[in-house]
């Protein structure tokens, strides 16, 4: 089984308490997750002018279907592929700054790992990995350019309690938590972190339907991954750095 995926960058404009100027972040905020649950709690938390890459024209309509006429006034659709870094950079590039990354990557196909083929192993590690590496590394290059950065990565439990017939999946995601460790080890001394949330079982209608409802219950609501995921890009968060830290609902 394997789950779709979509992207989300949000640009976000903010008014400055202290002087009260207008001042503009730019948060790029990837969601590659098949249900949107986190989205519209983002945009309710920040008003945000947002930025959406997408692959597929189909993942468009069906994010214009959940977000509000005033939310998508503030929302551009833009095609982009994340494994290819020549567009990462630039679309990154097209942005006048680059405060906060989230980069929320879902994922996966299941199977005993004698028959898990290379193809397929290769993929997962594309989805959860590598566009993890190329988004992070060209944000963290604007955000040691202005010195300040807020970087927010999404594991999984399967990363720190791998289960069998989820091998490829188990390890990327521990390729991502590593992987945020290190950037927040290089950046220590400057006003950057890099933290990455761990989800169990997302309620989403994608897991309801291949997983059933039975259980549904006790899972993680996305907005309460959202919750975690918009303290550690806020300012508040300056002293939580190579963080790995577990959202598990009631499983």
């Known amino acids: ?23 503009t ?6 969601y590659w997750w098949p249900g949107v649950g986190c989205a519209p709690t983002v945009l309710a938390q920040d008003p945000a002018t947002v930025t959406i890459p997408y692959r597929n ?8 279907s959940i977000f509000s006429p005033s939310e998508l006034a503030r929302i551009q659709f833009l095609a982009a592929n994340l494994n ?11 942005m006048v700054q680059v405060d906060v990354l989230i980069h929320l990557v879902g994922g996966f196909s299941m199977g005993k790992t004698y028959e898990y083929s290379l193809e397929n192993w290769k993929r997962d590690f594309d989805i959860n990995l590598n566009t993890t590496f190329l988004v992070c590394k060209h944000s963290l290059k604007r955000m040691l350019q202005q010195g300040y950065g807020r970087i927010v990565t999404v594991g999984s439990r399967g990363a720190v309690e791998p289960v069998g017939e989820l091998a490829a999946y188990c390890a990327s995601k521990a390729g991502v938590v590593a992987f945020t460790k290190a950037i927040a080890d290089e950046t220590k001394g400057t006003n950057i972190t890099a933290n990455v949330v761990l989800p169990s079982v997302i309620d989403t209608p994608a897991n309801r ?23 550690l890009a806020s300012e508040a968060a300056k002293d939580i750095r190579g963080a790995a830290i577990p959202v598990y609902g009631n499983i």
């Open 1 to 23: 089984m394997v789950l779709n995926n979509y992207k989300c960058a949000i640009l976000k404009v903010k008014l400055s308490a202290q002087t009260h100027e207008r001042q």
């Open 209 to 231: 339907a291949s997983m059933g409802t039975e259980n549904a219950h006790q899972w993680v609501k996305p907005e309460s991954i959202a919750q975690v995921i918009c303290f």
């Open 84 to 94: 290819n870094e020549a567009e990462v950079e630039n679309l990154i590039n097209q």
């Open 57 to 64: 024209p189909k993942d468009v309509e069906r994010l214009k």
């Open 25 to 30: 972040r730019f948060a790029h905020r990837w």
